[in-house]
Nanobody, 125 residues
Framework: QVQLLESGGGSVQAGGSLRLSCAASGYTHNIYSMGWYRQAPGKEREGVAVIDGDGSTSYADSVKGRFTISQDNAKVSLYLQMNSLKPEDTAMYYC???????????????????WGQGTQVTVSS
């Protein structure tokens, strides 16, 4: 089993920045890819950014150029640097992990195998 714990959420004004962190524990050697998802009230959950085991990344169009996903060398910590935040970025942000390619399972519409509890990000105008 894999456990994921997010931190770093909070409230910020539009144009500000936040950095989310996710710490993985448990059977982390099974993890191939990790990513960030978000869900705003009344909206469906959406993928924000993912990073596969080969280091390749993928971003939602709405965050390209503003958000950056990264990992530590041990691949047990995941980060999301969020700059130029907008009110529409307000959501619960979830860390996710899978034993396969996150980009592939996103294309298939399949949810990742492992999820964190989420951290709230609120952007005020």
């Amino acid at each position: 089993q894999v456990q994921l714990l997010e931190s770093g959420g909070g409230s910020v004004q539009a144009g500000g920045s936040l950095r989310l962190s996710c710490a993985a524990s448990g059977y982390t050697h099974n993890i191939y890819s990790m990513g960030w998802y978000r869900q705003a009230p009344g909206k469906e959950r959406e993928g924000v950014a993912v990073i596969d085991g080969d280091g390749s990344t993928s971003y939602a169009d709405s965050v390209k150029g503003r958000f950056t996903i990264s990992q530590d060398n041990a691949k047990v910590s995941l980060y999301l640097q969020m700059n130029s935040l907008k009110p529409e970025d307000t959501a619960m942000y979830y860390c996710a992990a899978d034993t396969g390619s996150m980009k592939v399972i996103q294309a298939l519409g399949v949810p990742p195998a492992y999820w964190g509890q989420g951290t709230q990000v609120t952007v005020s105008s």
